[in-house]
């Protein structure tokens, strides 16, 4: 239980005091109402006696009686009507709340820290209120009158003869049948004489001698002459007299309220309150009210019966109760109360209580004891002295106390007024008042045993009870406090006598005395006990008391605690009492909160938000439904859509009344404030036919991150080139589009007249749908001009301006259940300067045609008839975004701090350029190597002219638009439609196997030395394309030569003719996917021819072998390929025929097909040979068909010099630097450049493929570049097969410094052989037997140093297998010659070759070794390998 302001030791004894009645003449009580007073209220604050009190017991020995009290009241003759009572406590009840700015004790009890209030003043003025005004019944004499005051005023004409009729009519009241109320302890009541003097009007003198006249006749000890009202009332109140009566009155005001208007008072209905709740003694007390005296008025807690005992005070209409008591107290507060008293006047009356305790009460109870102690013994025929009997009755025939079970319900017993039993229990009930608790504990027990003999349950339930209380109050505490005597009762009581004011009184008692004890585990179990459902506002202040045991036990029981918290909050609400619902509610809360129990908190939260707003709290019901509603509810859609609709209805109310406000916080629904985007730009158009816009940036469009980091380079890359090699310091990439992985620790740059998109992401947490409407932005903006003039003042921060901003508002966006969607919002920006998004204001509200939940009824107002409609407030929420955690210095990595996020807040900036490309016949599918030729589109749908367009990608080889000779190419993409994407020009058919010769400079086609192949400038007629102009490129693409999906990005760099101070350029991104199916393969080997025949003389021919394989497997319908052209393309190689043996062979390969082409390359004229670096290209075109595709012109020639730039791009093997190892590294270098070869061939074809029925011609090329002789090029990317694992070898690192060695092949390219003989040779070796033929051997130098050669003719000792195949022949003559050639040098040796047998021979044996004759080192030489070299001998 809470603390109380009194202890045990003296809440007790103030609840059980001396009852005096007091009769007053209509003269007396005249007076007395002068201090807006009645007699009995005149007394109250002085009914304390300030000194100790003695008086003798039975065996005369003195006992002290300390701070004893009296009672005094006005007799009543009707008993108080339980209705009334109900009233009164209920009032008393809410007219007791905290303290305003109470400081609330603070608890810890494990994880817990909760503020709760110490005191329970309530429960203390409802448990004072509840003991005063219990109604005297019969078996208990507690609160019966021992005596009578009788008052008279001595301005009456005949007070004595007054005194007489008072008398006399107490004397009716107590004695006449007619009246069973008020009780009387014994039929002899003391009678005590006041005789009232007005100091102020009365004649002191005659007042003086009536008072001796009534000495003489009611003795001394009888009689007073109590002097008041010693200043008139009119009087100027110079002097503050105390006023010691409000506090007493407060109550009393409460008790002469005379209707309760919509008051929260429970009244039970008729039916109960008639058969339990009347009787409140469980005795049938008749109430007979006829031949009553009009003298008397009814009992103060009398009920109106004009009142209406209606019951309805849940809705929030009914809150009068609060504010009439308010009224009521004010009412009296105006009162003074005894305003004609003086400082001596209290004096006196102070001095009467005494003399009337000292003098009347107390000797009148001393002789009373002595009288019933007296009777008791001589009817028991004990000894003397009741102590002394004591002893025995506890000893002898003792009566075993029958359980209560076994008890029959004999309630009904009733004893005459004499009988012995209740004289004992009137003696006990005597000592208890007068403070002599032994003397009243062995009473009690006796009483106790001769009740239970007779089965008297209710006389025996209160003996129990009162030895209960004896024995705790005994003094020394001579025995323990016997709890279950105190059971017993409460159960007799409740279960027995079915009364329940005497159980809640036991109760009452019995948890103050165990909290004393510190029981608190047993108080609150008796507390709990008693709640039922009879009275919900008891039910409620017991829970309450048994919530605070539990907190204040040794160890807290904190979740017990907050449990019956909440049951009494639900009582108290049950009960009316809001405020104090509220409270408990509110209590509980703090155990509840945040521990996970979401199910409870909704409730509280709810149960919280309905009190509040019944209360008029707004603001806290606000807040409760806000709780509900934010956190991740575990409710059914139903019980969220009733929870959503009380919060609207309530948070309708609180805007109502401050329309002009700021607007709320709404809490629904939750925005994810980090995955806000920001977008700066238009949305981006759709394809519109063929023409397919750029895709740029659009919020469409995941984030990526290797993406982005790609777009960043290409950037880069551009702006490097722009700058002449150098990126700029201040360079930031460009950013479109904001979001929480881009770097937004700068403030983002708009253009004015460019809409700024933000994407808010929002989340429905509920199971209803949410319909948000008028949905927009919330801003601020400061206009500045950034042209540089600082004079220029700052204007105002505009807020709702739509001539700054233009503002977009969605009018319905819909958040069905549990559903996460983004809306997007617009701003259009009309003016320079600095703008703050601030967040989002929309109007919240519901979907039409939810459901109604059952047992939570919607609040008034929430509902019209059956059809719900849509209720809606308008409100924000911000956007705060979190920047980046700090981790850069110590400080920052030790500490948490965030840098900032200003991606909403955009600096809007001057007018700029604004691009726009169009892709048209873009393709999606492609062959690989395929050439197709589309169509770019430029506008500018700005207001200002854009210059220095640039195209930067990653895949330059993918594109062109064409060298400085497209002029050749038609134009339009109409005359383009069925012609070739090539420059063609028709020959005639006799060239058909020799080379067309062209030539073309790489400087036409953009590829310079050095330069990025990169960046491409984009061709725009005068490189400026003015607002509103547009321009159509061909652009030719060739697919990429793996097969597959590429990704091929394109960023278009553009700046302002007009240069702006804060942004330089604009980029516009695209991106193309283009799916590759596979064509052709292309490998081709060169290697040295061995013919002689050479235009010049000069052995420089070359044989070109191509291998062409169809791989296509027919996916793309494709039916075959025809090879229409192949083109060679060197600084000093050209093809010059083909050698192919088929002739009219029309190159066509179907599916899987491989075709085998051979070509003669001879070097080109001295004149053709370019010096290096005029970067003069010769193309021979060798055709296999009828029309002659300029190799040189683009886009061939494009695509080809975009496949060499890769080549270009790998740097260059440097000379070393070291002398000695010089001449080796030279000889090396020369032995090298025997073997290479810088011929690039280009196949040129056809693909004829059948779509949709039509037959479509497709074409392209492919390009192989070869480097050395003898080793295969490809067309297409070879495969790097990985490396197997090998162990890890460890060795000593050898000298390093040997001279690098040429290869074998590199060595056996030194010299070219040729042998020159008749294929056949016809000898008649009958005649002859030796035939002889001639043989020319040549040899060539094919380096540009001179070379020693050996020729060996001698036969190599080969296997026997090999002689018979080619059979012997001998070499005539020098077996081995020596011989010098110098660069280049063709030399011939004549030899004889002897045969003895006709047959096939092979005349390729002779071995030629060669070194290099200026060379120290000398190399090995190596042995030519010559191809076998077959002549046939006839005999003829």
Not at 852 to 876: E, N, Q, Y
Not at 1214 to 1223: L, M, V, Y
Request: aromatic fraction near 8%; charged fraction near 20%.
């Amino acid at each position: 239980m809470a603390q109380c302001v009194q202890s045990v030791q003296e809440l007790i004894p103030d609840s059980f005091v001396p009852c005096v009645a007091a009769l007053c003449s209509d003269e007396a009580e005249r007076l007395t109402r002068l201090n807006h007073l009645s007699f009995a209220e005149l007394l109250k604050p002085f009914s304390r006696l300030t000194s100790e009190v003695h008086m003798r017991d039975p065996n005369n020995q003195l006992h002290v009686i300390k701070n004893l009290k009296i009672a005094v009241s006005n007799i009543i003759t009707q008993p108080p009507q339980p209705g009334a009572i109900r009233k009164l406590l209920n009032d008393v009840v809410s007219g007791s709340q905290p303290a305003e700015g109470l400081v609330a004790n603070v608890i810890t009890a494990g994880d817990y820290d909760l503020n709760i209030s110490a005191t329970t003043p309530w429960f203390e003025s409802y448990r004072e209120s509840f003991l005063q005004s219990m109604p005297a019944s019969d078996h208990e004499f507690l609160n019966h009158y021992l005596a009578c005051m009788l008052v008279a005023s001595s301005s009456e004409a005949e007070p004595v003869e007054q005194f007489s009729k008072l008398s006399q009519e107490q004397h009716r009241i107590q004695h006449n049948s007619d009246y069973s109320y008020p009780k009387w302890f014994i039929p002899n009541t003391l009678k005590y004489y006041v005789l009232l003097h007005d100091v102020s009007a009365g004649d002191e003198q005659r007042a003086e001698s009536i008072y001796e006249e009534m000495k003489q006749k009611y003795g001394t000890q009888g009689c007073y002459l109590l002097k008041i009202n010693s200043r008139t009332s009119n009087r100027a109140s110079d002097e503050q007299i105390p006023d010691p009566w409000s506090q007493y009155l407060q109550k009393n005001s409460i008790q002469n309220q005379e209707s309760y208007e919509d008051g929260p008072c429970t009244i039970t209905s008729n039916k109960n309150s008639d058969s339990n709740l009347l009787s409140l003694d469980g005795l049938d007390n008749e109430v007979k009210v006829d031949g009553l005296p009009n003298s008397f008025r009814a009992h103060p807690l009398q009920l109106d019966t004009s009142s209406d005992p209606s019951n309805s005070i849940d809705g929030p209409d009914h809150v009068k109760s609060a504010s009439s008591l308010h009224e009521t107290k004010k009412a009296n507060t105006g009162i003074i109360h005894g305003a004609c008293l003086t400082l001596t006047d209290h004096d006196r009356i102070r001095q009467f209580i005494q003399e009337f305790t000292f003098r009347g009460l107390l000797p009148h109870i001393e002789k009373t004891i002595r009288q019933l102690n007296d009777q008791l013994i001589s009817r028991k025929g004990l000894s003397r002295s009741l102590f002394s009997a004591t002893k025995k009755w506890f000893s002898g025939s003792k009566v075993p106390e029958k359980s209560i079970n076994e008890l029959k319900n004999t309630s009904g017993l009733l004893y005459p007024p004499e009988a012995p039993e209740l004289q004992i229990r009137k003696m006990a009930d005597l000592c208890f008042l007068v403070q002599h608790y032994d003397l009243a504990y062995s009473c009690y027990h006796t009483a106790k045993k001769d009740f239970l003999n007779d089965q008297a349950m209710l006389y025996a339930a209160g003996a129990l009870e009162m030895a209960a209380v004896s024995a705790f109050l005994q003094p020394g505490a001579p025995r323990p406090y016997p709890a279950h005597y105190m059971d017993t009762a409460i159960q007799t009581y409740r279960d027995i006598c079915k009364n329940m004011v005497l159980a809640e009184r036991c109760v009452l008692l019995s948890a103050e005395i165990l909290k004393s004890q510190s029981k608190y585990s047993e108080a609150a179990a008796l507390l709990i006990r008693l709640t039922s459902e009879d009275s919900d506002l008891r039910s409620a202040l017991l829970l309450e008391q048994a919530a605070h045991c539990f907190i204040n036990m040794k160890s807290p029981m904190v979740r017990k605690y907050a449990f019956h918290m909440i049951l009494a909050g639900h009582r108290f609400s049950k009960a009316g009492q809001k405020k104090h619902a509220l409270r408990c509610y509110c209590q509980a809360m703090q155990v509840y909160k945040g521990k996970g129990w979401s199910l409870a908190e909704d409730h509280i939260n709810f149960t919280i938000g309905r009190q509040s707003y019944t209360l008029r709290q707004l603001d806290n019901a606000v807040s409760a439904f806000r709780h509900i509603l934010i956190n991740e509810s575990k409710q059914s859609a139903a019980q969220q859509g009733a929870f959503l609709r009380e919060y609207l209805y309530v948070y309708k109310n609180v805007s109502q009344l401050s329309p002009d406000g700021p607007l709320p916080q709404l809490p629904l629904p939750y925005i994810n404030s980090s995955a806000t985007r920001v977008f700066f730009g238009h949305d981006r158009r759709p394809a519109d036919g063929e023409k397919q816009a750029a895709t740029h940036i659009s919020l469409d469009q995941e984030y990526d991150s290797e993406s982005s980091q790609q777009w960043r380079e290409l950037e880069e890359q551009v702006v490097a080139v722009v700058n002449r090699g150098v990126i700029p310091s201040n360079f930031h990439p460009t950013q479109y589009c904001l979001n929480s992985y881009s770097d937004n620790s700068r403030f983002p740059l708009a253009v004015v007249e460019e809409p700024i998109t933000v994407e808010v992401a929002f989340r429905n947490p509920l199971k209803v749908p949410l319909l948000l409407t008028d949905l927009s932005l919330l801003w601020k903006f400061q206009p500045k001009d950034f042209s540089g003039k600082d004079n220029e003042e700052v204007k105002e921060l505009v807020t709702s301006e739509p001539e700054m901003i233009g503002t977009e508002v969605i009018s319905e966006f819909l958040l069905n259940s549990e559903e996460s969607k983004v809306a997007r919002l617009k701003l259009f920006p009309h003016h320079v300067g600095e703008l703050h998004i601030l967040g989002v204001v929309y109007n919240l509200g519901t979907i039409q045609g939810s459901m109604a939940v059952d047992g939570i009824g919607a609040l008034p107002g929430c509902h019209t008839g059956k059809h719900f409609f849509s209720m809606s407030v308008r409100g924000r929420q911000d956007l705060e975004i979190q920047g980046p955690r700090l981790n850069n210095t110590k400080e920052e990595k030790t500490s948490i701090k965030y840098g900032p996020d200003r991606r909403l807040d955009p600096i809007i900036t001057e007018e700029m350029p604004l691009l726009e490309v169009f892709f048209i016949h873009f393709p999606t599918g492609l062959l690989c190597g395929e050439i197709r030729k589309a169509y770019v589109e430029f506008v500018n749908v700005s207001k200002c002219p854009l210059t220095g367009l640039k195209v930067v990608s990653k895949r330059p080889e993918f594109f062109t638009f064409g060298g400085n000779t497209a002029v050749l190419t038609p134009l339009s993409p109409s005359a383009s439609e069925n012609c070739s994407a090539y420059k063609t020009v028709v020959t005639d058919s006799t060239s058909v196997c020799t080379a067309l010769i062209s030539s073309a400079s790489s400087v036409d086609f953009g590829i310079g030395i050095g330069s990025q192949p990169e960046v491409i400038p984009v061709p725009l007629p005068d490189t400026v394309l003015l607002p509103g102009a547009s321009v159509q490129l061909p652009m030719w693409l060739r697919g990429p030569d793996e097969e597959g999906v590429h990704e091929i990005n394109f960023l278009f760099y553009y700046e302002s003719v007009k240069k702006q101070p804060k942004i330089r350029h604009r980029i516009l991104r695209h991106t193309a996917v283009i799916c590759t199916s596979r064509s052709l393969n292309v490998r081709a080997t060169v290697c040295r021819s061995n013919s002689l025949e050479d235009e010049e003389g000069r052995g420089g021919n070359m044989l070109v072998f191509v291998d062409v394989e169809n791989t296509n497997t027919s996916e793309a319908g494709v039916k075959e390929f025809h090879i229409v052209q192949v083109s060679s393309s060197s600084k000093h190689w050209k093809l010059q025929k083909s050698v192919n043996l088929s002739e009219n062979k029309d190159a066509k390969l179907a599916s899987r097909e491989k075709g085998k082409f051979c070509f003669k390359a001879i070097r080109c004229k001295e004149k053709e040979v370019a010096t290096q670096s005029s970067e003069k290209y010769t193309f021979a075109d060798i055709i296999f068909g009828n029309e002659q595709i300029v190799s040189s012109a683009s886009p061939c020639a494009d695509f080809f010099y975009r496949s060499l730039s890769s080549e270009l791009k790998t740097p260059q093997a440097q000379p070393s630097g070291h002398t000695e190892k010089q001449s080796a590294e030279d000889a090396v270098r020369l032995i090298q450049k025997c073997s290479e070869v810088d011929l690039n061939i280009v196949v040129l074809w056809k693909a004829y493929v059948v779509e949709d029925s039509k037959q479509l011609i497709l074409e392209g090329q492919h390009h192989v570049i070869l480097r050395t002789i003898g080793k295969e090029a490809f067309s297409y990317p070879q495969k790097q097969e990985p490396p197997e694992m090998e162990l890890l070898k460890f060795s000593r690192p050898e000298n390093t410094s040997v001279s690098s060695r040429p290869s074998v092949e590199q060595l056996s390219n030194l010299i070219k052989t040729s042998l020159h003989y008749p294929e056949s040779f016809n000898h008649p070796f009958h005649q002859k037997s030796l035939c002889l033929v001639p043989v020319t051997l040549l040899l060539s130098n094919c380096s540009k140093a001179d070379v020693d050669v050996i020729v060996d003719l001698r036969h190599k000792t080969t296997s026997p297998e090999a002689l018979e195949v080619h059979g012997s022949f001998t070499w005539l003559g020098q077996t081995q010659y020596k011989l010098q050639l110098k660069s280049q040098e063709i030399h011939s040796l004549q030899l004889k070759a002897c045969f003895v047998h006709a047959g096939v021979y092979n005349l390729g044996t002779p071995r030629v070794f060669a070194k290099l004759s200026d060379q120290v080192t000398v190399f090995e030489a190596s042995q030519q390998n010559s191809m076998p070299a077959l002549i046939i001998i006839n005999n003829v």
